[in-house]
């Protein structure tokens, strides 16, 4: 079975840096997309980054040019490079993954498994 496990949230004043990872276990040798999500109480998850593996990363607005998602084929890791963090930043950080069907991957709606999240604190 498919599992994800994140790590290396934290405090952090704004201005500053994290990196998150993902170790990812059990999800196979298939074509398949990760991402980063994020969710502030009371607030919509929303998406952050995703990776496919045949694709290049794609970003959202609010974070592109601060953001970099990467994956290491060695480590079986899933990183979050955050850079120049701001208070709205702030939330709980999940990365997840999905099986990818022809030529449609990514799709938002489409992850199936989950993490169980990082809290990033930006002050």
């Known amino acids: 079975h498919v599992q994800l496990v994140e790590s290396g949230g934290g405090s952090v004043q704004a201005g500053g840096s994290l990196r998150l990872s993902c170790v990812a276990s059990?999800?196979?040798?298939?074509?398949?997309?990760m991402g980063w999500f994020r969710q502030a109480p009371g607030k919509e998850r929303e998406g952050v980054a995703s990776l496919a593996s045949d694709s290049s990363p794609r970003y959202a607005d609010s974070v592109k040019g601060r953001f970099t998602i990467s994956f290491d084929n060695a480590k079986n890791t899933l990183y979050l490079q955050m850079n120049i963090l701001k208070p709205e930043d702030t939330a709980m950080y999940y990365c997840?993954?999905?099986?990818?069907?022809?030529?449609?991957?990514?799709?938002?709606?489409?992850?199936?498994?989950w993490g169980q999240g990082t809290q990033v604190t930006v002050s």
């Open positions: 997840a993954l999905q099986y990818c069907s022809g030529s449609t991957c990514c799709g938002g709606s489409l992850y199936k498994y």
């Open positions: 059990g999800y196979g040798y298939v074509r398949n997309c």
